[in-house]
């Protein structure tokens, strides 16, 4: 199990101390495959650091740019989360019955109808997904015509069958507040911008990130679509909360190790788009947390991030 804690570090790090870290775990705790939850924190705020490091050791591209990639992969998860369950369900010819996502099931191909409901050749969950998969390996110029796609689904909703009802009627995840339909066109308009960037920008500068980074996707596949958890479940609400938490908290960490500025962006991002729905949707908000809180919780992180890096540029300067 202590291996697990490696996955943290970046791949030299492995290579170069791994196993003398492994060593001196087994030496100070011996008998036990897991250390003390402290000894767990500090490992995995040490490999958080050491990957942030890397990143910006790394000169093969700018900060910005790094940044608007970054803001890209975040928000084609933000747009894929609500339908987890549908992709799942439409890959595997599942038919979830009353568990489907707050509209009706509408099949897998075409002439496939369930009731009440027109019929669809794609569930719109597959463009985020193309999105995602896209941005991780680098291809910006396939993930903007997906994004593109996603602004035309979401424009044309009314007249539109080639989705169908299914994923452009449900509600997405907005954790702290509102949720979002497809049709709330600044979520897709921001991903296609950041993708639309990225084509320009020399593609071939970007970070290519390993394909395992699929795996946590595919594993919250499994989960909500063999569970049925839908978006707009507590328990779903609550995970997606914890991870959300744990994302700034690493964010926080990198930028005060390093000093870089690149993590701000999709926070910032991220946080525009969400108070944004907010304001226009008020009566839509799922009133998790009350409004104040939710623009407080969603505002924060920013000064907190920039006052982190200016620290510890200024430190560094005094070096």
Same mark, same amino acid.
């Given at each position: 199990? !202590?291996?697990?804690?490696?996955?943290?570090?970046?791949?030299?790090? #492995?290579?170069?101390? $791994?196993?003398?870290?492994? &060593?001196?775990?087994?030496?100070?705790?011996?008998?036990? *495959?897991?250390?003390?939850? #402290?000894?767990?924190?500090?490992?995995? =705020?040490?490999?958080?650091?050491?990957?942030?490091?890397?990143?910006?050791?790394?000169?093969?591209?700018?900060?910005?740019?790094? /940044?608007?990639?970054?803001?890209?992969?975040?928000?084609?998860?933000?747009?894929?989360?609500?339908?987890?369950?549908?992709?799942?369900?439409?890959?595997?010819?599942?038919?979830?019955?009353?568990?489907?996502?707050?509209?009706? @099931?509408? /099949?897998?191909?075409?002439?496939?109808?369930?009731?009440?409901?027109?019929? =669809?050749?794609?569930?719109?969950?597959?463009?985020?997904?193309?999105?995602? +998969?896209?941005?991780?390996?680098?291809?910006?110029? +396939?993930?903007?015509?997906?994004?593109?796609?996603?602004?035309?689904?979401?424009?044309?909703?009314? !007249? !539109?069958? @080639?989705?169908?009802?299914? %994923?452009?009627? %449900?509600?997405?995840?907005?954790?702290?507040?509102?949720?979002?339909?497809?049709?709330?066109?600044?979520?897709?308009?921001?991903?296609?911008?950041?993708?639309?960037?990225?084509?320009?920008?020399?593609? /071939?500068?970007?970070?290519?990130?390993?394909? =395992?980074?699929?795996?946590?996707?595919?594993?919250?596949?499994?989960?909500? $679509?063999?569970?049925? +958890?839908?978006?707009?479940?507590? &328990?779903?609400?609550?995970?997606?909360?914890?991870?959300?938490?744990?994302?700034? +908290?690493?964010?926080?960490?990198?930028? &005060?190790?390093? $000093?870089?500025? =690149?993590?701000?962006?999709?926070?910032?991002?991220?946080?525009?788009?969400?108070?944004?729905?907010?304001?226009?949707?008020?009566? *839509?908000?799922?009133?998790?947390?009350?409004?104040?809180?939710?623009?407080?919780?969603?505002?924060?992180?920013?000064?907190?991030?920039?006052?982190?890096?200016?620290?510890?540029?200024?430190?560094?300067?005094?070096?």
């Amino acid at each position: 199990m !202590n291996r697990l804690l490696l996955a943290a570090y970046p791949e030299p790090y #492995r290579s170069r101390q $791994g196993e003398e870290l492994l &060593a001196c775990l087994a030496e100070a705790y011996p008998g036990r *495959s897991w250390p003390p939850p #402290r000894e767990v924190v500090a490992l995995a =705020r040490a490999g958080v650091q050491a990957r942030a490091r890397a990143v910006v050791d790394d000169t093969a591209r700018p900060w910005w740019l790094d /940044g608007i990639h970054l803001t890209a992969l975040v928000l084609a998860a933000l747009a894929l989360v609500p339908y987890l369950q549908d992709v799942w369900h439409w890959a595997l010819h599942i038919d979830p019955g009353r568990h489907a996502i707050a509209f009706h @099931f509408s /099949g897998w191909y075409p002439w496939a109808q369930g009731p009440g409901t027109r019929t =669809r050749l794609l569930p719109y969950g597959l463009l985020p997904l193309i999105c995602l +998969i896209a941005l991780l390996r680098a291809k910006p110029w +396939i993930a903007l015509p997906a994004a593109a796609t996603m602004i035309y689904a979401g424009a044309t909703f009314n !007249n !539109n069958t @080639f989705f169908g009802d299914e %994923g452009k009627m %449900g509600l997405g995840y907005y954790g702290l507040g509102a949720p979002i339909t497809a049709r709330d066109l600044v979520l897709s308009g921001a991903l296609c911008t950041a993708c639309a960037v990225l084509a320009v920008c020399r593609p /071939g500068r970007l970070r290519r990130h390993s394909h =395992r980074w699929l795996i946590p996707v595919a594993l919250a596949m499994f989960v909500t $679509g063999g569970l049925h +958890i839908i978006s707009i479940s507590p &328990a779903f609400q609550r995970g997606l909360f914890a991870l959300e938490v744990t994302a700034l +908290i690493a964010a926080w960490m990198a930028t &005060a190790a390093t $000093g870089d500025y =690149r993590w701000l962006i999709p926070i910032a991002a991220v946080a525009l788009i969400r108070t944004q729905t907010i304001v226009i949707q008020p009566n *839509s908000s799922i009133q998790s947390l009350p409004d104040l809180v939710v623009f407080l919780l969603l505002i924060a992180p920013l000064p907190v991030l920039a006052i982190a890096a200016q620290r510890r540029q200024s430190r560094a300067l005094l070096k």
